[in-house]
Structures are given as C-alpha cells and as structure tokens.
C-alpha cells in the first residue's frame, strides 16, 4: 500500500484500541447531509486502504416533514482490515443528528456501542416531533445510558462558534454541521482529513463558485476533528487497519456508476454508439445521471416522455445498428414489457437495465428487494424467452453490463440485467481495469450479395438471425410482432410455422447456456446443505457460509449470476446436498423456479423488509435447517432482525385484525 | 448518354419502392391511394430504399411497412414515434417516415405525438384519419364526430373528438398539413412533407369504405367539394368554391367568416395565407365543415433545429472540449489509490 498522505491533525495523545472492523451509521433529517458524510467517510476510509461496503438508506420524499422518523436519512458504513462482503449487521457507532434519527436506528446499535448525538437538537418540541411521549428524553433513559456508551456533544452550537466569524447567515451555517460531525467522526476512528478537505475545496470552491462555503466547511470540519482531541469525551480513539489487497490501481465505486461505466465500455468494445433511453425513476435514474456526463465518449442519452418510450426508441436504436440500452426499477419494466416482448420477437439485441425496489405497485422506492426475478423471466403475454442475468455487487455491475451487451449482440436478442438499490446506491473499493485488456465485442453486420435474396430471419450457428441495418443496400427487410415465417421474416400465420418459431427462440436461449460458465461451489463439493443466491444478496450469504464452515460445518454456497439460461451443471450441484436454502429478498421466486425445474426440496429464508439481508439471519436460518428443526415449513421468515421458528406464521391480531390463523 | 439521361436510368421509378408483400387492405380502401402517392413521391425526390426507413404502430394503416421495400418496423400499438426516435438518434442520415391512424396515433400513442413533435426529429409523421377503429371492425375513435353510433356506441359517442392538426400545433410541430387520400394535393402536400427539415405532421382524410365509408364524401365528392374545402396556398387570398366565388374573411372580432366575392368584398379584402404565421394556422385547425369550408395544405411550416443533430452536436462539442473518448481515463475518474 502506497503511503496515503498524511494531515497534522494525526497526532494525538489519546489511546488507540485496534480493531478488525467497524461499522458506523450517520443518521439525521434527510436535510442534515448525512449522504454526504457517509460518502465522504467511505472515500476517505477507501483511500486509506480498508475494505469497505456502503448502505445508503433515505426517505422515498425528498423533505419529509423535518425531525419526524419518516424523514430521517442514514447512510451505514462497514470498514474493515480484512476482505468484507456487506455493510454490517450490528452497528458499532451511531451518529444521531436529532432525537427522529435516535429513535429510528437506536434498535441497529450493537450493546455497548458507541452513540455521538447532537444534544442541541434535543428540545422539547424536536422530541414531539420524533414522537416521543410529553416530557420523556431518550438521552435521560437509564435503560439507554447503560446499554450504550452515550456521548452528548452540542455539535449545533460548536458549529455556530467556528464559524461565527465566517460572515455566513445562521441558515448557511447550521448546514456546515455535517462536516463538524464528520470531523469529529474522522477523529475517532483516525482517519486523515485531506479528501474531505479536498472534495470541499473542489465541490464548494471549483465547482459552485462558492469558496466561502467551501473554507466554512474545511473550518467546521477541523473544528470537528480538534474537538475530539482537546475534549475529555472519547477516552479512546479507534483504528482500523488497512486491508490486504491484490496490487492494482483502485477507486471507490456505486453500483449505479459501474454500470453506466460498463454500457459505455462495452459500446466501444462493440464500436458503437451507445444510446442510453430512460425515462427518471428512483433507484436507477443514477445511470441516466452518469451517462448524461458521459458525451465527450461519445454516449448519447435521451430522456423519453415514459418508459414505454424509453423502452422503443431502445429499440430503434438497435434496429438502426447501434447499442440501444434502457434502464427501470420494477413499474418501469412492468410498463417496457410489451415493447421488450416485441424486441424479443423481432430478435433485436437490446439491453434493459432493472435496478429492483421494493414492490408490488409504488411499493418502497427507495428500499431494496428482489422481487422482479418473475417478471424478468416470464412478465411477458405469450411463451417469451430472454436472457436475464443479474449483478452481485457494486463493482460487479461494470462485469455484467458487459456482458449482457456481449450476449445480447452475439445472440440478437434482448437481455435483461437485475441489479437493486441495494448495490446500485452501494459502493465498494473496484480494481480499475486495464482497457487494453478488455475482450472487443464482435459485431456482424451482413452486406448483399449480388444475386442472392436477403432473409432476415436465417441463422447462424449460434441461431442468431443476422443484425442488418437500414443504410445497407439490398437488404431492406421489414420487422414487426406478428409471427414471423421462418427464414423469410415475412408474415406468417401458418401454425406449424407458429409452433416451430416459438420452439426456435426457446432454443436460442437455451443455446446461450454454452457462454455461461459452470458455478463455482463455495466449500465442499458435497454437505449438508447448499445456500443459492443470486444478485445483490452475494456479500450476507458469502460471510453466513464462511462463518458456518469456520464452525466446522458442512455448508457450501453458489451464487447465480445467469438466471436464464442457468449454468450447465446447476442441477447436478444441487443433488449433492442434503439440503438446500434459497436466501431471497422476495417470498420465494428462485426457490419457486429450483423446485419446478429440477425438482428439488429448496426451501426459502424470504425477507421484504426493504434492508439487505443481516448475515447472522443466515447463519441462525443455516442452523435451523442443519438441525433438521424446519419440518415442512417451505420457508423462513426473519422478523425483526431473527429467524425464530416460534415467530414464524403471520398473527394479524398483532396488527388489531381479528382473523382467523391460518 | 448524357449524365441527365443515365441519373434517369438509374432513378428509381414507384414500383421499384413496392415489396414483393401482397397488399391485404380490404379493396376500395383509401389506403391504397396514399400507398401509391408516397411510392410515387419517394421515387420523384430521390429517395433511396437503403436510406428510407417506415415505421408504424398498429391499425389497418400500420401494414403500410410491409407494403414498401425498404427498411420498416410493424411496431406496437401507439409506439411508432418512441422507435422512429430510436432510428433517428442512431442514425440521423436515414430518411424515417411513420404511419399512424386515428386510434393508433391519437388515442393509445397520444403522449408520443407530442413528444415528437415537440423535439422535432427529422421524421414525416402521416396520420391517416378516417374516423373509425377498423382493424377491430367499427369502433368510435377520436376524431368520430359526437354522436357517432357504431358497435361501442349504440346510443351515439359523447367523446368530444379533437382536431389532429390543432393538437399538433399545440405540440410546437414545425410543419403541419393536411390531405385528402383521393384528392390531387395529396402529392404535393407529401413532397414538401419529405422537402421538410423535421418534425412534418400530415393528416390525411382517408375512406375506410368498409366501416365508415362517406365519412368524407363531402370532401370528395367531385361535383360538390370545391365549395366543401379551402385549398391553402402561401401568400394567397383564401378563394374558395366550384367558381372560386367565396372567401375568407376575418370580422372586426377576429373570427372567420365565409363570405361572397363581389358583392362589396374583393379579393384583397379576404385572408391571405401565411405559412409561417402560428396563430393563423391554429385558427385554420379549427374551421370546420359544414360551418367553414376545411383547409387543404400546407397549415404552418418553420424552420427548427432537429433533436438529433442537436444532440450529435452535443456529443461533438463535448469531445472537442474534452479530448478524444479515453476508456482509461473513464475508469480513473475519481481518486484513485494504489496498493503495491
């Protein structure tokens, strides 16, 4: 590891204690700037060196009414010396901005964690507004002071102090207190200040031609960072270890940017033209931001009227003989579905872009699920076949976005990529890639051929029909979504015709099973019990394994990134287990396509409860199944951060209905 | 052979635009007369098949693809502006022309209508309106007058039906006009649409003589529709009638009036046509028959910048800002830190 440059405000007199990882959680109103500390902690925290994993969880109204628990905003930080896969279950320091943001996270703070509020905000009126009883503080509650090491700093008024002499109004001031927190936060866990200071000077001073702004939050941010070390508060400050990691170049990345990163890569690997079509739509508009910034290579983005738009002139795009790409969350994607049925039909390679929320309907928009595998696969009228692959992390999304490109191209046919606002808003430390060591992507385009008949629907090896493009003489053909006839492309309504058409584009799909590669097991080739994942639940189920093989037991894991076609040697992976668990964050839509198509007892650990999964509801899921204590119960549920078997079936009368148990 | 006589063997003649496709409208359609008019004016400007691209959503109209041997799209339905707008963003060389109906373009693809034409992509736009849903056998569409009885509506349609060339209009379009599908203007009218840099929305009144047949008879009856309809020309009074004996005038309320030439009123006195003015043509879209003699033509025409070029212009001028594309220089955006 290079040397990171140092700041003079390291030095301090104040005990260490080492620590292999930590988790801290910035939470405040959404207008407390929490996202931004939690950024720029992560960045710094990268740079430094350490593994790290993000979990950035905001309000679904951009101002929520200000000091209530619906518009609190948080952003949760896992960072560590070793390679981590999640954010963190538990969580080790807590930053409450005000008593809305104590309220809502205190439940996630491990016991004895450390808790930095802001007493200022504290006041009467700030707790009726979270919610707490007339003349009740949280911050007096023995039961709180005992289980948690509470620190009261009032980090509204030290700000003010720091920059009274700024020339700032109260309102501009007040906004600088993230950084003072943040400093402060730098401090505990002695992180160098220097890309904060810098992202400042740049953002505030560069950018918004504001450097009064920027030297007030430079200001209040040292402030932070000297307050910790002068005050007698933190008898201990913390450190955590930089990571080893493979030699290479890297930067931080979110998940959103890795796959706008990765389309446009994967256009010039093509020599395309990437045209991105999206219409806004929380949590994937990030993509349409990041190729929108991305002219200069060569990326055009249009921002259609709506997504059906969005979805057509995709597909225009790709008919013309460019790379065509749109991007949804699940209501988009329900609304795309029959032009993407019509790309299907017409065999045009097209690229859809999901980043799932939750669902059904409006659903959580700013919460992360996996509820759209369904209607990824099948959420089409007719039998309609596509490729669907899927994401499993932040820096991931750069991998897949190509990929899907690839088979979409090779294939000529429309993929659908599954990523989630879980790793779409998450980052992680990326390896940056060597460009010149990125496979091009072949692209075909036929020429005429004196004297020969063009047929647009012939078939290569690979059964793709040929990628012809208006501009090219002799080979005007035209395409559409009546059935076509085999060879010719023309209409056709012959039902032989029909049965065998449908048969064919089953095939093709089928076919791109031989670009998959085998899954790879993670542990024993044989066991107990084998968890499958897919998606952005890789990092829980991946910690959940390794911690019960480190017990000694007999749990293996793969991870699926191709849900349709699945991996040659899935099923016969799945026979050498004596059991099998589907860890999903929906009720049960892989699992439900494991036991239909290879006839295997998978059972589910399902959660909708718009968070990624804890890996400790893994593990306590794993033992359950490993003590043969499941039954027949098809499924688990875990509720309120624990799978419980006794706190399994739904009682309603909790929630005041009077219903019978089923 | 002189270099005039071998540029006219090589020209394309109408037939050499027909596709090997039999033509399946129902026979009588209108439809096949504006299939003939657009073979015929893409062969007389010089269209090439390669370059030309047809696209359309779904309706009796939408088969129009088929029927043309160049490249075409039978997309779904109401969708056919959101693909023409992919073509064209693609490839801004290509000549993109899309056909739509009623139904297809003002009901189910309404929202795409005026997107279209609101960003005015180099696309001509031919709405073919013949005021009944006839693929799904007769059912009332937008523009079927208020009162229409027909398999959907046995007491008579209560839908107030719009006016195609004011909604376009409204939708800052840059060339408006509007056809008849067995009138001599169709032709014309067609060739400044193809001559247009951008967005051109052509209504045509078109018979479906199956479900809605005379829908136009008024229009087109040859003994009587000279005095039915106003056959626009820039700069001109708007004369009108067998005898060319009536015109347009505006009152002091500024509301058009059909009047007789002759008697107090000359030819200088009417309205004269002006292309280019926008509220002249709005008030043109909403004179309609039997109280007002309908416009034919040209209703508006301006000169705008095309949404692709715009956008190609955006592209070039942020890599002549920003250097050649650099895919390294992509992935090291940031900060970066190294280990060794």
């Known amino acids: 590891m290079a040397a990171s440059s140092n700041t003079e405000v390291l030095e301090s007199n104040k005990p260490t204690e080492e620590l292999a990882s930590a988790v801290i959680r910035f939470a405040g109103d959404s207008g407390d700037g929490m996202q931004l500390a939690g950024t720029q902690f992560t960045d710094t925290s990268a740079i430094f060196g350490n593994d790290v994993a993000t979990l950035p969880d905001f309000p679904a109204e951009i101002r929520a009414p200000a000091g209530t628990v619906a518009g609190v905003s948080g952003f949760q930080i896992n960072f560590a010396a070793s390679d981590i896969h999640t954010p963190g279950d538990e969580v080790n320091a807590l930053i409450a901005m005000n008593p809305a943001a104590f309220k809502a996270h205190i439940d996630d703070v491990q016991q004895g964690g450390i808790i930095v509020v802001n007493e200022d905000e504290y006041s009467k009126i700030n707790l009726r507004k979270a919610g707490y009883p007339e003349d009740y503080n949280p911050l007096d509650d023995e039961k709180y002071e005992t289980k948690y090491r509470i620190t009261k700093v009032p980090i509204t008024r030290l700000n003010q102090e720091a920059l009274a002499e700024s020339g700032m109004g109260a309102k501009e001031i007040n906004r600088c207190k993230n950084m003072f927190a943040l400093g402060l936060i730098y401090w505990l866990y002695q992180r160098p200040i220097d890309t904060t200071v810098k992202y400042l000077e740049d953002y505030f001073g560069k950018k918004k031609h504001l450097p009064a702004v920027a030297e007030a939050n430079v200001k209040t941010l040292k402030a932070g960072y000297f307050f910790g070390e002068t005050t007698e508060m933190f008898p201990v400050r913390f450190h955590v270890a930089r990571a080893p990691v493979d030699p290479g170049r890297y930067r931080k990345i979110g998940g959103n940017e890795a796959t706008a990163m990765g389309f446009a890569t994967a256009a010039q690997l093509a020599s395309k033209t990437l045209v991105y079509c999206s219409y806004p739509i929380t949590p994937a508009t990030d993509v349409l931001h990041s190729l929108a910034a991305m002219r200069n290579f060569g990326v055009k983005t249009f921002q259609a009227e709506d997504e059906i738009a969005a979805m057509c002139s995709a597909i225009g795009v790709s008919f013309a003989g460019q790379l065509g790409v749109t991007g949804t969350s699940g209501p988009g994607l329900a609304l795309k579905s029959e032009a993407l049925n019509l790309a299907m039909m017409m065999e045009l390679p097209v690229v859809i872009i999901n980043v799932q929320r939750g669902g059904p309907s409006t659903g959580l928009p700013t919460k992360t699920e996996q509820s759209d595998l369904l209607q990824a696969l099948y959420g089409r009228n007719g039998d309609s076949p596509l490729v669907v692959i899927a994401a499993q992390s932040p820096g991931d999304c750069f991998d897949t976005a190509i990929e899907a490109t690839r ?246 009368s909790k929630f005041g209905i009077n219903a019978a148990r089923i | 052979m002189t270099a005039d006589a071998q540029l006219n063997v090589l020209k394309l003649k109408p037939k050499d635009f027909a596709s090997s496709q039999d033509v399946r409208w129902c026979p009588g359609c209108g439809d096949y007369a504006i299939l003939n008019q657009v073979r015929r004016i893409c062969a007389k400007i010089g269209q090439t098949r390669e370059n030309t691209v047809f696209i359309s959503g779904i309706g009796c109209s939408s088969r129009f693809p088929y029927y043309m041997e160049t490249y075409g799209m039978h997309s779904i339905h109401g969708r056919a502006p959101a693909f023409a707008s992919g073509v064209k963003l693609a490839n801004p060389d290509l000549d993109v022309w899309q056909v739509t109906g009623d139904g297809d373009g003002l009901s189910i693809g309404g929202n795409h209508l005026l997107h279209v034409l609101r960003r005015n992509f180099n696309i001509k736009i031919l709405l073919f309106n013949n005021r009944i849903y006839g693929l799904t056998k007769g059912q009332y569409s937008p523009t079927s007058e208020e009162g229409k009885k027909t398999k959907s509506s046995p007491m008579g349609a209560i839908d107030m039906p719009l006016s195609p060339l004011s909604v376009a209009l409204a939708a800052e379009a840059s060339f408006v006009a509007r056809a008849i599908d067995v009138d001599k203007n169709l032709g014309d009218v067609l060739e400044r649409a193809a001559m247009h840099e951008g967005s051109a929305f052509v209504e045509i009144y078109q018979d479906c003589n199956v479900f809605n047949h005379h829908a136009f008879e008024y229009a087109t009856n040859k003994d009587s529709k000279e005095d039915h309809i106003l056959r626009l020309e820039h700069g001109k009074p708007m004369i009108f009638g067998k005898d060319k004996d009536k015109g347009i005038w505006l009152d002091g309320n500024r509301k058009p009036r059909v009047v007789e030439l002759g008697k107090g009123i000359q030819a200088d006195d009417l309205l004269f046509h002006d292309e280019h003015d926008e509220s002249l043509s709005f008030l043109l879209s909403r004179m309609t028959y039997p109280e007002f003699p309908e416009p034919m033509g040209v209703f508006y025409q301006i000169e705008d910048e095309c949404y692709e070029n715009l956008l190609q212009k955006q592209v070039d001028d942020a890599i002549a800002a920003k250097g050649k594309p650099d895919l390294q220089a992509l992935f090291s955006s940031g900060d970066i830190f190294e280990v060794k």
């Open chain 1, 407 to 652: 088979l979409a191209i090779k294939y000529m046919v429309p993929v659908v990529m599954l990523t989630d606002g879980y790793i779409g808003n998450g980052a992680e430390p990326w390896r940056i890639p060597e460009a010149s060591e990125l496979k091009p992507i072949e692209v075909k385009h036929p020429v005429h051929e004196e004297g020969k008949v063009f047929q647009p629907y012939s078939r290569d090896e690979n059964l793709a029909r040929p990628w012809a493009i208006p501009g090219t003489k002799g080979l005007q053909h035209r395409l559409g979504g009546l059935e076509k006839g085999h060879i010719s492309g023309n209409v056709s309504y012959d039902f032989e015709n029909h049965q065998f058409m449908t048969d064919l584009r089953r095939m093709k799909i089928e076919k791109v099973a031989q670009d998959v590669p085998d899954l790879h097991v993670h542990g024993e080739e044989t066991g107990d019990l084998l968890l499958v994942g897919w998606g952005g639940t890789y990092g829980s189920i991946l910690t959940a394994t390794d911690r019960a093989r480190a017990a000694g037991k007999k749990v293996a894991c793969i991870h699926l990134r191709h849900l349709n076609p699945m991996p040659k040697n899935l099923g016969k992976i799945l026979k050498n287990y004596k059991q099998v668990l589907v860890p999903e964050l929906n009720t049960g839509q892989l699992r439900l396509i494991l036991r239909g198509k290879f006839l295997v007892d998978a059972r589910g650990l399902n959660k909708v409860a718009g968070k990624p999964f804890l890996v400790e509801e893994i593990e306590q899921a794993i033992e359950i199944m490993l003590a043969g204590k499941l039954g027949d119960r098809e499924y688990l549920t875990p509720r309120l951060h624990k799978v419980d078997l006794d706190d399994q079936d739904i009682d309603l």
